[in-house]
């Protein structure tokens, strides 16, 4: 099992910039794939990104290619999310979470860290 801890969220203008960081316990965090996703009021949760067990692959959302990064310290057991030029658009509540590759479903979530972008 595998607990889930994001920080880092916060308020911040249209443009700027914030990382997030999702420190999960135990010992197995490399054994997981990782993803972002977030939810704004209203709306119903959405992907925003993955990434697999060794890192060397990501996947994103179109929405935030090319602004989002996702990165992985295994050594560190913590997923990062760095948003650059971020938008209004991205204000959401935004959770990380884990899988077992060999399952199509995150089954590991945390409680969530508010990202707030002003115009």
């Known amino acids: 099992q595998v607990q889930l801890v994001e920080s880092g969220g916060g308020l911040v203008q249209a443009g700027g910039s914030l990382r997030l960081s999702c420190a999960a316990s135990g010992r197995t965090f490399s054994s997981y794939a990782m993803g972002w996703f977030r939810q704004a009021p209203g709306k119903e949760r959405e992907f925003v990104a993955s990434?697999?067990?060794?890192?060397?692959?990501?996947y994103y959302a179109d929405s935030v290619k090319g602004r989002f990064t996702i990165s992985r310290d295994n050594s560190k057991n913590t997923v990062y999310l760095q948003m650059n030029s971020l938008k209004p658009e991205d204000t959401a509540v935004y959770y990380c979470a884990a899988r077992d590759p060999a399952i199509q479903h995150y089954d590991y979530w945390g409680q969530g860290t508010q990202v707030t972008v002003s115009s």
């Open positions: 990434i697999i067990r060794s890192g060397s692959y990501t």
